[in-house]
């Protein structure tokens, strides 16, 4: 990395926003906040954020956490530890406290960071990158902050190019020739074309960068607003695109893609759906997004497991798996398994089958189960001879079904069935 590229990211702090509990996901977010949710085999989905960070040279990071907080504050401890003070390195977790008051807890995005400013002046930085904790992508950071500081903005925000009305569900930014954000508009109807090309919109990844002591400043003055919802969508970047300069910074920009990747990559895995096809979408043949890529690898936790175990080869009984991931630690007793995604100390058992499943740590599947597009959330001790994706009807009496026709089975919803039946 250049001189001048690692002086910048050394004056700047990533503040990662991880407090939401990311409802859609239903069942899967009843223990834990949407950023510790598994995703793809070994990692959490905060993973992903925290690891551009630390590829893109950023050494200083905050985790402000609120809701059902401890998995995710647990995954840190154990997977994110490797840095060193003496080095000018931190992750600070930061929980949701009453710092200020004993019914305050954070009020929003932007409350999030104003109470804990104290904490990002100890950094002595001179930028602040939010982040959101919750979308799986790869993103050299320093490119966006290097293009906040020669555009001379008060903001920068990350942007997806996405077809004009599919733009309708996000924060969308109708610019200028200069990519100079003119309005900023919360899920708009008909969301404005960018000048270069009116069928597609600029929509809000939720990342921006600042320079501190403007935002600091900011904050402040937002805390102290009765009418304000302290959030960085509604309030904070409204504010700076009236009376300020916020530019766009596009993600084509500063994607990090291997040569195995054709697209920009970027998903916000916020349903049940939604989390099941990007898990799926790893088994292909050549996956959209690169897990193998050695120059901007994907940290997490890694726990000390021997590798998966496959065992039996008789006809019907037949440990084996095509067009999937299987995790270490895990044991395939004489299962049939196919375009699946296992995580880690899965054990599945003689004559049972699983067609695009999506399998959390620590489930046990029984002889004869049979699971055809599933997530099953950790933990859960699959019995003996279950079938669920053959009828939908049957299933929806014990388990969530989506629109998707995906199936998710947690241990309350087996507990339950094993009730009344």
Known sequence: MATENSRLTNRSMAFVLAGGRG?????????????????????????????????????????????????????????????????????????????????????????????????????????????????????????????????????????????????????????????RITSFLEKPEDPPGTPH???????????????WSFLRALLINDMEDDNSSHDFGNDIIPDIVKNGKAQAHRFTDSCVRSSNETTAYWRDVGTVDAFWKANIDLTDFTPELDLWDTEWPIWTYSESVPPAKFIHDEADRRGNAVSSLVSGGCIISGTEIRRSLLFTQVHTNSYASLDGAVVLPYVNVARH??????????????????????????????????????TLITTPMLEKRAAEK
């Open 23 to 179: 409802s859609r996901l239903k069942e899967l977010t009843d223990r834990r906040v949407k950023p510790a949710v598994y995703f793809g085999g070994k990692t959490r989905i905060v993973d992903f954020a925290l690891s551009n960070a630390l590829n893109s040279g950023i050494r200083k990071m905050a985790i402000a956490t609120q809701y059902k907080a401890h998995s995710l504050i647990r995954h840190c401890q154990r997977g994110w530890s490797f840095f060193r003070a003496e080095r000018n390195e931190f992750l600070d977790v930061l929980p949701a406290s009453q710092r200020y008051d004993e019914a305050m807890w954070y009020r929003g995005t932007a409350d999030a960071v104003a109470q804990n400013i104290d904490i990002v002046d100890s950094y002595d930085v001179d930028y602040v990158l939010i982040l959101a904790g919750d979308h799986i992508y790869k993103m050299d950071y320093e490119k966006m902050i290097r293009h906040h500081v020669e555009a001379d903005a008060d903001v920068t925000i990350g942007c997806l190019t996405v077809p004009r009305m599919e733009a309708t569900a996000f924060g969308v930014m109708a610019v200028d020739e200069s990519d």
């Open 197 to 211: 090309d009116p069928e597609v919109a600029l929509a809000s990844m939720g990342i921006y960068v600042f320079k």
């Open 369 to 406: 189960a049979r699971l055809k597009n599933v997530v099953i959330d950790r933990g859960v001790q699959i019995p003996e001879g279950l079938v669920v994706g053959e009828d939908p009807e049957e299933d929806a009496k014990w388990f969530r079904v989506t629109d998707g026709g995906v």
